[in-house]
Structures are given as C-alpha cells and as structure tokens.
C-alpha cells in the first residue's frame, strides 16, 4: 500500500525566502509528526497533529516556523524568512496515535539554504 | 525529560561478525521502545520494536530486549552482511507527562560491514 508521501524530495533555496514542504500521511493514520533531521543536533520533533486537537508545536525551533493539516490529512510546513541553519532534512511521519504503534516515515525533504 | 543515549559509532565489522549497539534510555512513563535504520540514501524504516518489559523485538536477524531494571534496549545481530551498513537509530516513544507520543531519539550509529 501507499506510504507516507512528501514533496518536494529536495529544495535549493535563497536565504530570506518562504518555503512550503508537504506531506501525506497513510490513510487512515489520525497522528502526523514532522521531525528535522540535521548533523549538527539529529533527530528532533517539530510538531505533532492528532485528529481535530490542537497540533503540539512545542518543538518548532522559532516563529518563523508553522504548520497545518487540513482535512486530518495532508500536512503543510511551512519555513519564512529561511535562514541558513534551516539547512537540514524534513520528514513527516504518521499512526494510529498512540505510543505502541510505530511511526512510518516518509523519505523526506532536503532543504538547502543558499 | 525523556532521553535516548546509543553507543557512538562509527562501527566497522567484517562480514558474519557479531553486532551489539547499546542503548539506554531515560523516560518519565511506560515507553515503547524502538529500532530504526536508515540505508544509504533512504528514509528511515522501522527494524524493531518492544513495548513493554522483556519484550523481544525481533526482524532480520536482529533481536533487541526491553529491560526496564537497566533502562536498556542493546541491538543485536549474530551475523552481520555488507547489506547491514546504515545508520540505526534507537528510539522510545512516552507521553512523559502531555498528551504527544513524540519519538525521542538517540543520536545513531553509523554500522560499515566489510566484506
């Protein structure tokens, strides 16, 4: 079946640009989480999305970063006035919401800040 | 806060080589444990998982324990093969007190299997 599904696969950017990164979950998946993925500080959580809840968005790093997820399906993150520490890989992820279901991952969005 | 710590790699074994990748983990709840790996040029896929106490994960060959009374959930694999090399992340996945079954993740290690 389908996986998680997210363009674009890479982006090559000016600093002080917008960007706009998708992601489509697995149907059925009620829980979409966004990670980025750097050299610097690995793995680290974004946002969190779960059916109709507020996202928890503890993890985005500055207001510069935000996100939605309409319909409970496709998420949008979206990055203004890029810096060059935005530099990293985006992956979105999505389950059933709960701790003991594993989250699938998409291959994610290679950001590149010129 | 929950934490994740895994052995620093990078890691070189000859082929049919014995593989151990600790980790050990910090957690306010009851987590769910994770493996991920991530091949060359490819996202991250599940390898294995536990959730709860002396739970074995197991898939391809690789096995990992839950063991609460350490906090620790090491990666094993008997015999490794050259398609073994990536990167393998261990993870936990707890509520630590709000309502986001974030994954918390250690910082990988970097497996190269040498025919």
């Known amino acids: 079946g389908a996986g998680v599904s997210q363009s674009p696969s890479n982006k090559v950017t000016e600093k002080g640009k917008d960007v706009e990164l998708r992601c489509d979950p697995i149907?059925?998946?009620?829980?979409l989480y966004w990670y980025r993925q750097s050299l610097g500080q690995g793995l680290e959580f974004l946002i969190y999305f779960q059916g109709n809840s507020a996202p928890d968005k503890s993890g985005l790093p500055s207001d510069r970063f935000s996100a939605e997820r309409t319909g409970g399906s496709v998420s949008t993150l979206t990055i203004q006035r890029t810096q060059q520490e935005d530099s990293a890989v985006y992956l979105c992820a999505s389950n059933q919401g709960s701790s003991n279901q594993p989250q699938h991952f998409g291959d994610g969005t290679r950001l590149s800040i010129l | 806060g929950n934490s994740v710590t895994q052995m620093e790699g990078p890691v070189t074994l000859s082929e049919e080589a014995f593989l151990t990748i600790n980790c050990t983990y910090t957690?306010?709840?009851?987590?769910?444990l994770f493996w991920y790996v991530q091949y060359p040029g490819e996202g991250l896929q599940l390898l294995l998982k536990?959730?709860?106490?002396?739970d074995k994960g197991s898939n391809k060959g690789f096995e990992a324990t839950y063991r609460k009374e350490t906090t620790s959930f090491h990666l094993e694999k008997g015999s490794v093969q050259v398609s073994d090399s990536a990167v393998y992340f261990c993870?936990?996945?707890?509520?630590?007190?709000?309502?986001?079954?974030?994954?918390?993740f250690g910082k990988g290690t970097l497996l190269t299997v040498n025919p």
């Open positions: 957690a306010t709840g009851y987590p769910s």
């Open positions: 993870a936990l996945s707890d509520l630590g007190g709000g309502s986001n079954y974030k994954l918390t």
């Open positions: 149907s059925g998946h009620t829980a």
């Open positions: 536990a959730t709860k106490a002396d």
